[in-house]
């Protein structure tokens, strides 16, 4: 079996509705690509316009940036999991590292809130990644699969699950995208120390069209997280289509078969993953 190739983008906080609309619609008019499974996550105000612009049918999930632990309640200017569910949303990204040096998350609130997602039978996308000083020890390994290993603390096995490493140093524009060389180890011990209890593990920091299809071919990564370079449509569309490109990567070796966890979340509605049509995708 051929597993997909997960291309998804955060657009962080950018774009207003008429924006988030205009992508949405453009992705609805592309039909979907082979072997790729595509996802966005708009800032909360757009959610539920991406999700209508999609349309119910839709191969592409809608996420949201964060979420609260609490399903409900006195936690002014916060945003449950219930209500992004509401919106449309049915992946919640975790701990982006934005989130964790900027607003105090910790290790534990992104365990709570990964455990609100998985009750509320969503996706949890959490994102691990070291800063600068202990990629430099050459102890990213240890530090991504700790702070992985803390996400999922208490949840259930067989829960869905994604995980993006994003190495701090790569993220925005300071970041440098990783080398290839330097993935290898890192998805080496996440898959060790994971495979069986996540879906899929994504690498992000600085990714484009020119270093994609290196970064997809290093064992282990299943797949992409994107912010700037897929924030246009058109470039998004461009790293979809080089990733479907990529179909058949464990038929040539390049990538190793996850062990996908039985699916908690088996009454979700969503398509399964498209398989390959030998239909384009949609390039302007
Ligand atoms: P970037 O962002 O692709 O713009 O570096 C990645 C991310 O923060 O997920």
């Known amino acids: 079996m051929i597993a997909a190739t997960w291309i998804g983008t955060s657009w962080k ?10 992508f949405a619609s ?6 979907p690509p082979p072997g790729v499974r595509r996802f966005v996550i708009p ?4 959610i539920h316009t991406v999700a209508v612009a999609l349309g119910p049918d839709s191969d592409v999930m809608v996420g949201a940036q964060n979420a609260h632990w609490e399903d409900a309640g006195a936690w002014t200017g916060e945003v449950s999991v219930p209500q992004v569910k509401d919106a449309g949303a049915t992946l919640v990204e975790i701990g982006h590292s934005e989130r964790r040096t900027h607003f105090n998350e910790t290790d534990a609130t992104v365990n709570l809130k990964v455990r609100a997602v998985v009750r509320q039978g969503l996706i949890p996308l959490i994102c691990v990644g070291e800063p600068e000083e202990v990629f430099r020890r050459r102890e990213a390994s240890e530090y991504i699969v700790s702070q992985a290993q803390a996400a999922l603390r208490q949840v259930p096995d067989g829960s869905d699950v994604l995980i993006a490493y994003e190495p701090v140093w790569a993220i925005g524009e300071a970041g440098r995208a990783a080398e290839p060389e330097d993935l290898e180890q890192p998805f080496a011990a996440l898959t060790d120390a994971l495979d069986g209890r996540v879906r899929a593990i994504l690498y992000g920091g600085s990714v484009t069209t020119d270093n994609a299809a290196e970064i997809l071919a290093v064992p282990g990564v299943d797949g992409l ?13 461009a790293l979809v289509e080089l990733a479907a490109r990529r179909g ?3 038929l040539a070796g ?3 078969t996850r062990t996908a966890p039985r699916l908690a979340s088996e009454g ?7 398989q390959s049509t030998g239909e384009s995708s949609c390039l302007a």
């Open 248 to 250: 058949g990567r464990e």
């Open 43 to 46: 800032a909360f105000p757009a």
């Open 13 to 22: 906080m950018n774009k207003l509705l008429a924006e988030a609309k205009a």
């Open 225 to 237: 997280f994107v912010g700037r370079a897929a924030w246009d449509v058109e470039g998004y569309l």
């Open 268 to 274: 979700l509605d969503r398509p399964s993953v498209p």
């Open 254 to 256: 390049a990538s190793s």
């Open 26 to 31: 453009r992705l609805r008019e592309c039909p």
